[in-house]
Structure formats: C-alpha cells, structure tokens
C-alpha cells in the first residue's frame, strides 16, 4: 500500500474510532457519570452519562432518586452547564473543532451549535447568565461566547490543557486549571499553572506557577468570600530516583493555595497522610458556608473533608512563626506530610472513581465513573455515603477492568498513585524520571502509552522487550506491588484498546496546504527513513545525536509520531519545548534528519506536518 493511500485510511479510521474524553473504547454501555449540574430553583441535577456507545444527558429527582428524563447524544459529552431559567442546557462536544451545544430541556432538541476551540471540556456562566467561557483542551484557550447571540466573540489564550473553569464569587475573575507544565523538562522549576482571567475586559491578568513538580491540575473553586482559589493537583518528586515509594517517594497529592488578593500563588499542602496516599484529587468544592472543603479521591475512591477556618489558623500562625511545637517552616509545606493530619477526614465511598463532586441542597454528589452511579454524602450525617444507580450497568469486561486498574491506587503500595499520576489520559506528565531499568543519574521524559503495544520495544532506550513487559515492570518497580497476572493482563487489553485523537491541526480530517508541503519536506530530510509504516516508526534503536553527556553515544529506540502534537516536550530528556527546537536548536550535524539546509518555511511546513500526525 503506497503512502497516500495509507494515510487516507489512518485518518478514517481515526475519525471513526476517536475516543472520547475517558480515552476508553470498551463496547459495553457504561454509563460512565461525569459532570453535573443543578437545575435553578428545582431538586433536580443533570448528569453527563459518557458513555461510549450510547452517551447521554440524565435528569435525576433528588426527592425520588430516580432518573426521569434521558437526552440521547449523538456526540462524546464532556463540559456542561445551565441557563438561569433552567431551559438551555450548555454541552460541550469534545472534538476538532469543539462545538458548544445549546439542548432544549423540555424536548432534548439541539437549538443552536457553536464552533469553539479543539477538544473543549468544561463550560462555566456567568452570574447573570449573558457569558458563557468554554476551557478548549487541545487549542489552549478560553473560548468567551455570548449565548444571547449565539456566537463565540473572542479567544483568550491559556497555558497548556486547560480542563477546569472556576468563576470567582464576584463574577470579576475566572480561574483556569492547566493540565500539564509548557516547558523544557531541563529546567530548574517545572510547574503547571493557573490561568487568571479579568472577565470585564478578557485580558489575561496571570499565569500562576504552583510548586516545583506540579501537574495534573483537575480541581479549582473559590472561597465563599473571593479571598483565596484552591487548586487540587498531583506534586511530582521529580528529582529523586524512583528507588522507593514510602512517604511520597514518587508522587504526593496536593492542595495548592492562590491568594486571591495579590493575585499570587500562597502555599501547597500534601492531602496524604505519613503512611497512606490520597491518589489522584479531582474536583473541589467549598461548602456553602465556607467552613469546608471537599475534595474527591479519584484514586483512593474516597471523599476529603478539610475543616478550613482551622487549616487557614495553623497557616497564619506558621507562617508568622507562632504555631507552637512546629515541626516544619512555612516554605516547606509542600514536602510535610502531616501538617493538615488533624483538620481532614477521609471518608470511604461506594462507588469507584469519583470524578466530580458538587454541592446541591446541602449534600454532596459525586460521580463516580466506573460504578454507574453518585455517591450521596450528608456533611450533618457524620462519615457514611450511600450509593445511587443511575441505570443498569453491564458486568465489567477485561479492557473496562484494565481502565479501572490504570486509574486505582489500590494497586500501589500505600496508595500513593496510579498508572495515570504519570500518565494522565495514558499520555505523558511532562516531566523527566530517573526510573530504576537503566542504571541511576539518568533522567528520561515520560512516553504516552498509546499504541506501546504495537511499536515495541518500550522505554526511550528500548530496554524493555515489549509493553506486555513493561506494564508487568510497572506495577513492580512503580507502584511497588505484586498483583495478578489476569490484572496485568485487563491492563495490556485496555492499553491495546486505546487509539489516537484526531489532531487538531487536521483541516475536515484532511492535511492542511501547509502541512502537505511538509510531508514532502518529511521525506526530502530523510525522516522517513526511520519513521515509516503506519505509526512512523521502524521500531529500531539509533544514536542520532540527541543523546547529552552520559547518554552522548546511546542508541533511542524510533518513536512513533503519531499524537505528536500533544506529547511535547521532545527528546529523550525533554529539553526542546516545541518542534522548531528539535529540527534547528538540537540538530546542529543534521543526524537526527537533514535539516541544517531548510528555509524558515520549510522548517515550519514540516513542523505542521509532524503535528497533523
């Protein structure tokens, strides 16, 4: 099969079979509850069911429990909110381009369908309803449109993956959580960061850096008073070696502190406890009151309650240096395990992978995505949840089962992580690990995991025969655990069910003018020589170059290319931050790709090539 010919039924197979915001392509009907929201003045909340083979919209009667209304989708769901009158329904469609879709309530009819940014995945108004803000993932923006007049009306640019809007209580300032760091894994301080926004004038007010190694941002909300912002986060222990997991060894879970004030960034506090992990914190919420904080534990399957008024005492004695028999500083916070102990609690759930949580009439919701339903929780009734199923939900299969154990801390020794803490949406963190199968003082950036199955041998350097080995590797070295060979194997068949996004730098699915000439440039410069086949990769190893100082002569096996536009940093060690910096800063002898004789546009053809992939 010529080139050509190859490429057209990639792109159709990709179109057909994109996955949608879970990265699951399981064929059974998992409902897979997400996002919710209240319907105004009603005892009612809708709930986005993302389910692979038949999503839809459920209306659950908090008074009876019970389903009463079901809007079939014809498109993967992901962000959702509510006009003030209760009779739009605001669903973002998570494609390229996203589209913002305004549903009837009372029919379940699409009104009107907007073009926002790629991959849109949360949807937040503004108090009086006139404003509507849609956080666009894979453009790395914030789209602003005016539902009056049914149009998006400007972009405000974010950082990297923004996944999580917060309106301020004043309506002044909207909050945007950023995925993952945009940066060169070489540098000192690595950090994903805050967007603020002013909503009067749509200007950027700041990107807020939080503590060094922090990541995976997928919680934001506001105090009641505006005064402080609460970011939940993963805070990665980059610069060690993965030698042991005890104490947070590897990865903590964080809560990080915005001072809304001065606009700037407080302090970050560890949710885990000395000898247990809180995996994998997800959506926050304040209770009316502003006495507490909720936090869902996505990995530990748990709810976090924080008692603030008391967590805000301690910080301000600290840091004013009069908390008597302190056992740390204020500026060390982020590595203490214990200095929040007595003001949280942690309350076992029913169902498994709480996603989002809310608020409604005085009890909290939470979606819990792999058991079919909400967990209920009464804040009066002291630490018990009841469960509430939102339909039939099948037998769990062997790639839903490799879903759950990808995302359950219960498979790490102490519940520290899971395969997503490095992994989020089986991709890459963004940061370099000195991981144990290649010697010690040798840093590598994380590789997704998408299509590992099929482009062996794994790890940067190949060291690993195949996935099959490397996820078995994994569980040992990683999460420090001995678990079955059934489970390893759900994980491999979950892994292997996995298939890449359409990127957004197709034109209808097809390669942009651009990025046409920069297929022939792709072969004028020799790329595909190593990069060839369906998924550009001869899966041999070569030293072409890249390697720095201990690693200058190692041979790196052939990466694929594809989804290349969202796996950045690039190399081995994650120092080029974008593509222009691999084909020009770091290809000074032309061994990695005949490159040094390229024009500017050339250069830039080829990059929008490499990214259309």
Known sequence: ?????????????????????SNSVSAQNYLS????????????????????????????DL???????????????????ISPNGEILYVAEYSTPGKLHLLQTNN??????????????????????????????????????????????????????????????????????????????????????????????????????????????????????????????????????????ERGWINTNALSIIDMQGKKYYNT??????????????????????????????GTHELMEINLPGMHKKLELLQAGKLENALTSFQELPDNLSFIYTEQK??????????????????????????GGLDVFDPMNNETSRFIHLGEEPELNQIRKGELYFNDAAFCMQHWQSCISCHPDVRTDALNWDLMNDGLGNPKNTK??????????CMITGIRKNAEVAVRAGIKWIQFADRSEEEAACIDAYLKSLSPLPSPHLQNGKLSNSAEKGKQVFEKAGCAECHNGPYFTDQNKYNVGTGENESSEITFDTPTLRELWRTYPYLYNGRAKTLQEVLTVFNPEDKHGKTSHLTEEEINNLVEYLLSL
Not at 34 to 60: C, N
Not at 346 to 371: H, N, T, V
């Open 448 to 457: 997704s995991l998408v299509l590992a199955h099929v482009t062996p041998p």
């Open 269 to 298: 506090l560890l949710l885990d406890q000395v000898d247990k992990g809180a995996a994998n914190p997800r959506s926050a919420t304040v209770s009316s009151d502003g006495k507490k904080l909720f936090i869902a534990l996505a």
């Open 108 to 245: 379940g009819k699409v009104k009107h369908s907007i073009i926002v940014g790629d991959y849109p995945t949360d949807v937040c108004i503004s108090h009086d309803g006139n404003k509507i803000w849609v956080a666009n993932r894979f453009s790395n923006d914030i789209s602003v449109v005016n539902p009056n007049k049914k149009e998006e009306t400007i972009r405000i640019p974010a950082v990297r993956e923004p996944v999580t809007l917060a309106l301020s209580p004043d309506g002044k300032t909207l909050a945007v959580a950023n995925l993952l760091p945009f940066q060169s894994s070489l540098d000192e301080y690595v950090s994903a960061q805050i967007t603020l926004i002013n909503t009067q004038n749509n200007q950027v007010i700041d990107h807020i850096a939080l503590a060094n190694g922090s990541q995976s941002i997928e919680g934001l909300c506001f105090s009641p008073d505006g005064t402080f912002l609460y970011a939940t986060h993963i805070l990665s222990r980059f610069l060690f070696p993965t030698t042991q997991i």
């Open 33 to 60: 509850p997400s996002r919710t929201i209240a319907v105004p003045g009603e005892k009612k909340i809708w709930i986005v069911s993302a389910s692979e083979s038949q999503p839809a919209l459920l209306l659950l």
């Open 63 to 81: 008074t009876s429990e019970q389903v009463e209304q079901k809007i079939e989708l014809s498109f993967h769901p992901s962000g959702l909110n």
């Open 346 to 371: 942690r309350i076992p759930l029913q169902g498994k992978g709480p996603r989002f949580i809310a608020e409604y009439y005085g009890k909290l919701y939470l979606s819990d995505y792999f058991s």
């Open 1 to 21: 099969m010529n080139r050509n010919k190859f490429h057209i039924l990639a792109i159709i197979a990709l179109l057909s079979g994109w996955l949608l915001f």
